[in-house]
């Protein structure tokens, strides 16, 4: 198993955060999103995700033994689930799905997609924002997001996002939330996240797939 | 089962057509997002959905007879496949449910946020763009989606995006062929795209769920 990925890249930590979640063993494949331009557009890149976009991961598919190249977060580990069901991040009961999936969508769709590097970077560059507008742009999206994000956890927290599991809300949301520190935005509004957020960061998992732990941190 | 949405929303768009896919009768509830700053945003509204955007679904689970108030359009649309598994939409096989997500994630993440309404107000008011900007923003994003989109469907395209049942991937396509279309974007580029495109627009429900065809369009 091979993972295509770049240390602050948040999709990418949701997928390191699932397979160390599950146990599963890979082998780490950095790809720089800056440099040379982003070796995310490189030829060789493209073949394995059109898109451009980390991550990517290379898998033997269990059932078949076929070799998979696969696209997209969420893609991913709703796959990795299905393949190895054991501490499962989507349950099983077609109710708490929904408000998992739902969680996870408001950090992977909601939020993540307009406040990332190559949407920064148009608005830095085609579009010549100064700094202080690329940062007001950031807090107003986060912002809008962990508002929404908040006032949903005071109806399904318990330890984590969804009750007392793990599930793929908590894998959504932790790299939003290092993404926030980041940019030094103030999470003190945000108590029930706050909360769910010192517990998840006790987890040998999510310890395990930050940023900089991985071997392209800071490179 | 009460659907919460706007006839040009896309994530409006998409739960309506799954619900015709599946031939689910419902009563259609317009939320306007212009209207008075947007009813979306209405106190009345905020309690359904938190994150203030459309759609919400109410529904009665099937299984529990439980009132549920649901969001986010992808968390919704696997809801429904799992209570209502006749015509699924995310396939059972997990490699091909991957495929599928992958194709609907590019669509209904790494597209429509970053494009949707309150982005473009972002643009065109806090930071005072001119529509010409917009215009341009609306077209680098589709350009980058779209070209992914048909790369990907050169391997996985029969008569719909995957093989040829239709998927949630041709579910999340069809309302950001719309909006494109709307913008004036040239999609003679994506051949693959606009065939898979021509087949869907012949089914009942994807013209059942048209925009247009809904009691609130042109309002």
Request: hydrophobic letters at 40%.
């Amino acid at each position: 198993m091979k993972l295509h990925g770049y240390w602050r890249s948040s999709a990418s930590y949701r997928v390191r955060i699932a397979l160390a979640w599950k146990g599963l063993d890979y082998e780490y494949s950095p790809v720089h999103l800056l440099k040379a331009g982003g070796e995310q557009k490189s030829a060789e890149y493209s073949r394995l995700n059109p898109a451009k976009l980390v991550p990517t991961l290379e898998i033997k598919d269990p059932n078949s033994g076929e070799h998979l190249v696969l696209n997209q977060s969420l893609a991913i580990i709703e796959y990795l689930d299905a393949c190895f069901p054991e501490k499962r991040l989507v349950p099983e009961s077609p109710v708490v799905a929904a408000l998992v999936r739902t969680l996870a969508l408001d950090m992977a769709a909601d939020l993540q997609p307009i406040a990332n590097l190559r949407v920064l970077q148009y608005l830095t560059g085609q579009l010549q924002q100064p700094d202080e507008q690329k940062l007001a742009w950031i807090s107003h999206w986060v912002t809008q997001a962990f508002s929404a994000f908040e006032a949903r956890l005071q109806k399904t927290a318990g330890k984590y996002c969804v009750g007392d599991n793990v599930t793929l809300a908590d894998v959504c949301l932790i790299p939003q939330v290092y993404n926030a520190k980041r940019f030094n935005i103030d999470l003190s509004g945000y108590p029930c996240l706050c909360s769910v957020v010192e517990a998840l960061e006790e987890l040998p998992a999510f310890i395990a797939a930050r940023p900089e732990n991985q071997i392209d941190a800071n490179s």
